[in-house]
Protein backbone atom coordinates (compact mmCIF):
# COMPACT_ATOMS: atom_id res chain seq x y z
CA UNK A 1 0.00 0.00 0.00
CA UNK A 2 1.03 3.20 -0.87
CA UNK A 3 0.40 6.53 0.74
CA UNK A 4 0.28 9.75 -0.38
CA UNK A 5 3.23 11.33 -0.40
CA UNK A 6 3.61 14.66 2.01
CA UNK A 7 6.16 17.39 -0.02
CA UNK A 8 8.09 19.54 1.67
CA UNK A 9 8.12 23.30 -0.34
CA UNK A 10 11.47 24.85 -0.62
CA UNK A 11 12.03 28.55 -0.54
CA UNK A 12 14.23 29.85 -3.26
CA UNK A 13 15.78 32.28 -0.72
CA UNK A 14 18.39 30.51 1.29
CA UNK A 15 16.65 26.91 0.56
CA UNK A 16 14.36 27.35 3.48
CA UNK A 17 11.60 24.58 4.54
CA UNK A 18 8.49 25.67 4.40
CA UNK A 19 6.57 23.05 6.62
CA UNK A 20 2.86 23.55 6.34
CA UNK A 21 1.02 23.12 9.75
CA UNK A 22 -0.75 19.99 10.07
CA UNK A 23 -3.45 18.98 10.01
CA UNK A 24 -4.17 20.30 6.98
CA UNK A 25 -8.09 20.04 6.30
CA UNK A 26 -10.33 21.32 3.37
CA UNK A 27 -14.12 21.29 3.76
CA UNK A 28 -17.08 21.66 1.41
CA UNK A 29 -17.80 24.98 -0.42
CA UNK A 30 -20.29 23.80 -2.80
CA UNK A 31 -21.90 21.35 -5.44
CA UNK A 32 -22.01 21.63 -9.03
CA UNK A 33 -23.41 20.10 -11.98
CA UNK A 34 -20.44 18.59 -14.18
CA UNK A 35 -22.67 17.37 -17.04
CA UNK A 36 -26.46 17.70 -18.25
CA UNK A 37 -28.78 14.80 -17.46
CA UNK A 38 -28.71 12.54 -19.87
CA UNK A 39 -30.98 9.32 -20.58
CA UNK A 40 -30.18 6.51 -23.42
CA UNK A 41 -33.14 3.85 -23.88
CA UNK A 42 -32.19 1.40 -26.61
CA UNK A 43 -28.69 2.89 -26.93
CA UNK A 44 -30.45 6.09 -28.31
CA UNK A 45 -29.61 9.33 -26.31
CA UNK A 46 -33.42 10.98 -25.67
CA UNK A 47 -33.66 14.48 -26.18
CA UNK A 48 -34.26 16.56 -23.56
CA UNK A 49 -37.13 18.64 -25.09
CA UNK A 50 -39.08 16.62 -27.00
CA UNK A 51 -38.30 13.78 -24.70
CA UNK A 52 -38.86 15.44 -21.55
CA UNK A 53 -42.36 13.66 -20.25
CA UNK A 54 -40.53 10.50 -20.93
CA UNK A 55 -37.16 11.65 -18.96
CA UNK A 56 -39.22 12.66 -16.15
CA UNK A 57 -41.63 9.47 -15.78
CA UNK A 58 -38.47 7.25 -16.03
CA UNK A 59 -36.40 9.50 -13.37
CA UNK A 60 -39.69 9.29 -11.03
CA UNK A 61 -40.88 5.98 -11.96
CA UNK A 62 -39.99 3.14 -8.78
CA UNK A 63 -40.04 -0.69 -9.78
CA UNK A 64 -40.60 -3.95 -8.14
CA UNK A 65 -39.09 -7.19 -8.62
CA UNK A 66 -40.72 -10.11 -6.36
CA UNK A 67 -41.09 -9.13 -3.34
CA UNK A 68 -38.45 -6.43 -3.48
CA UNK A 69 -39.59 -2.55 -4.27
CA UNK A 70 -36.86 0.24 -6.06
CA UNK A 71 -37.60 3.24 -4.39
CA UNK A 72 -35.46 4.80 -6.84
CA UNK A 73 -37.13 8.32 -7.99
CA UNK A 74 -34.10 10.85 -8.61
CA UNK A 75 -33.87 13.78 -6.52
CA UNK A 76 -30.91 16.64 -7.36
CA UNK A 77 -28.51 16.53 -4.44
CA UNK A 78 -29.00 19.85 -2.60
CA UNK A 79 -26.09 22.90 -2.09
CA UNK A 80 -25.66 21.14 0.97
CA UNK A 81 -24.86 17.93 0.07
CA UNK A 82 -21.47 17.66 1.40
CA UNK A 83 -21.60 19.61 4.52
CA UNK A 84 -19.79 18.02 7.56
CA UNK A 85 -17.73 16.07 5.68
CA UNK A 86 -13.77 16.88 5.59
CA UNK A 87 -10.44 15.77 3.23
CA UNK A 88 -7.95 15.86 6.02
CA UNK A 89 -3.69 15.38 5.66
CA UNK A 90 -1.79 14.39 8.88
CA UNK A 91 1.72 15.28 9.22
CA UNK A 92 2.59 11.26 9.78
CA UNK A 93 1.12 10.85 6.15
CA UNK A 94 -2.65 9.61 7.54
CA UNK A 95 -5.55 11.16 4.93
CA UNK A 96 -9.32 10.82 5.81
CA UNK A 97 -11.94 11.27 4.37
CA UNK A 98 -15.36 10.11 5.50
CA UNK A 99 -13.08 7.10 6.85
CA UNK A 100 -9.61 6.55 6.68
CA UNK A 101 -7.66 6.20 3.46
CA UNK A 102 -5.46 3.81 2.79
CA UNK A 103 -4.01 3.84 -0.71
CA UNK A 104 -3.95 6.39 -3.07
CA UNK A 105 -3.17 5.74 -6.77
CA UNK A 106 -2.76 8.60 -9.44
CA UNK A 107 -3.96 7.73 -13.37
CA UNK A 108 -3.55 10.88 -15.75
CA UNK A 109 -4.14 13.40 -13.44
CA UNK A 110 -6.48 11.77 -11.45
CA UNK A 111 -6.58 11.07 -7.90
CA UNK A 112 -8.02 7.94 -6.45
CA UNK A 113 -8.28 7.19 -2.64
CA UNK A 114 -9.04 3.86 -1.70
CA UNK A 115 -11.11 4.01 1.64
CA UNK A 116 -10.45 0.78 4.16
CA UNK A 117 -14.41 0.33 4.27
CA UNK A 118 -15.76 -2.72 2.51
CA UNK A 119 -19.00 -3.13 0.99
CA UNK A 120 -20.37 -6.30 -0.67
CA UNK A 121 -20.30 -6.73 -4.32
CA UNK A 122 -23.67 -8.70 -4.57
CA UNK A 123 -25.61 -5.29 -3.44
CA UNK A 124 -24.32 -3.40 -5.64
CA UNK A 125 -23.03 -5.66 -8.84
CA UNK A 126 -22.45 -2.92 -11.85
CA UNK A 127 -19.15 -2.99 -9.64
CA UNK A 128 -17.60 -5.95 -11.35
CA UNK A 129 -19.07 -4.65 -14.79
CA UNK A 130 -17.24 -2.23 -16.80
CA UNK A 131 -19.65 0.36 -15.91
CA UNK A 132 -17.39 2.41 -14.22
CA UNK A 133 -14.34 4.50 -15.94
CA UNK A 134 -11.75 3.70 -12.15
CA UNK A 135 -12.51 -0.24 -11.37
CA UNK A 136 -12.65 -0.99 -8.15
CA UNK A 137 -10.73 -3.42 -6.33
CA UNK A 138 -12.56 -6.52 -5.24
CA UNK A 139 -11.20 -9.42 -3.05
CA UNK A 140 -11.60 -13.29 -3.53
CA UNK A 141 -14.36 -13.26 -0.92
CA UNK A 142 -16.72 -10.82 -3.13
CA UNK A 143 -15.98 -7.55 -1.46
CA UNK A 144 -14.57 -4.35 -2.66
CA UNK A 145 -13.17 -1.00 -1.16
CA UNK A 146 -15.17 2.13 -1.73
CA UNK A 147 -12.52 4.83 -3.48
CA UNK A 148 -13.04 8.27 -4.49
CA UNK A 149 -12.48 9.85 -7.29
CA UNK A 150 -10.51 13.70 -6.91
CA UNK A 151 -9.20 15.99 -9.24
CA UNK A 152 -6.82 19.06 -8.38
CA UNK A 153 -4.14 20.19 -5.85
CA UNK A 154 -3.82 17.83 -3.29
CA UNK A 155 -3.74 19.91 0.40
CA UNK A 156 -4.69 22.99 -1.53
CA UNK A 157 -8.66 22.08 -3.18
CA UNK A 158 -9.88 19.25 -4.71
CA UNK A 159 -13.04 18.32 -6.92
CA UNK A 160 -14.69 15.25 -5.58
CA UNK A 161 -16.36 13.33 -8.67
CA UNK A 162 -20.53 12.28 -8.05
CA UNK A 163 -21.99 9.87 -10.79
CA UNK A 164 -26.09 9.32 -10.04
CA UNK A 165 -27.00 6.42 -12.69
CA UNK A 166 -29.84 4.28 -13.19
CA UNK A 167 -29.76 1.38 -14.74
CA UNK A 168 -33.09 -0.44 -15.37
CA UNK A 169 -33.06 -3.79 -17.88
CA UNK A 170 -35.93 -6.07 -19.29
CA UNK A 171 -35.79 -9.19 -21.01
CA UNK A 172 -36.91 -9.68 -24.87
CA UNK A 173 -40.21 -10.60 -23.13
CA UNK A 174 -40.58 -8.06 -21.38
CA UNK A 175 -39.80 -9.02 -18.05
CA UNK A 176 -37.92 -6.27 -15.55
CA UNK A 177 -34.73 -7.90 -14.94
CA UNK A 178 -32.67 -5.55 -13.05
CA UNK A 179 -32.98 -2.19 -11.35
CA UNK A 180 -29.58 0.08 -10.32
CA UNK A 181 -29.24 3.31 -8.97
CA UNK A 182 -27.42 5.69 -6.76
CA UNK A 183 -24.22 7.61 -6.22
CA UNK A 184 -20.66 7.17 -6.72
CA UNK A 185 -17.47 8.91 -6.53
CA UNK A 186 -16.56 7.80 -9.49
CA UNK A 187 -17.18 8.22 -13.55
CA UNK A 188 -19.17 6.62 -16.20
CA UNK A 189 -17.25 4.51 -18.83
CA UNK A 190 -18.69 5.80 -22.08
CA UNK A 191 -17.78 2.49 -23.57
CA UNK A 192 -20.08 1.52 -21.77
CA UNK A 193 -22.87 2.24 -23.85
CA UNK A 194 -22.38 -0.26 -26.16
CA UNK A 195 -23.45 -2.71 -24.72
CA UNK A 196 -26.56 -1.34 -23.91
CA UNK A 197 -29.55 -3.63 -25.42
CA UNK A 198 -32.90 -2.33 -26.77
CA UNK A 199 -34.81 -3.16 -23.48
CA UNK A 200 -32.30 -0.70 -21.56
CA UNK A 201 -32.90 2.26 -20.32
CA UNK A 202 -29.67 4.32 -18.58
CA UNK A 203 -30.19 7.63 -16.94
CA UNK A 204 -26.47 9.75 -16.09
CA UNK A 205 -25.99 12.92 -14.55
CA UNK A 206 -22.15 14.23 -13.11
CA UNK A 207 -21.40 16.09 -10.48
CA UNK A 208 -18.62 17.91 -8.23
CA UNK A 209 -17.79 17.93 -4.81
CA UNK A 210 -15.52 21.28 -4.70
CA UNK A 211 -13.40 21.09 -1.29
CA UNK A 212 -10.83 23.76 -0.44
CA UNK A 213 -8.36 25.17 2.70
CA UNK A 214 -10.00 28.17 4.34
Known amino acids: MTLLGLTLVFSSCGHREEVPDYPVTMTFDKIVPASEMRVFAGGELLDSKADSAVIAEFLDRYYSIGSTFYNSGFEEPGANYGDGAEITF???GRITYASQIIEV???DGT???QSKVTN???DSPLVE???FKYPYDISDN???NV???MYGEERSALDVALQYYKLVRYSKDNELMSVDFGTRHNEFNED???TLTDSDTLALKSYRLKYSVK
Open 90 to 92: FAD
Open 105 to 107: KRN
Open 111 to 113: IIM
Open 120 to 122: EVE
Open 129 to 131: SDF
Open 142 to 144: GRY
Open 147 to 149: HHV
Open 192 to 194: FLE
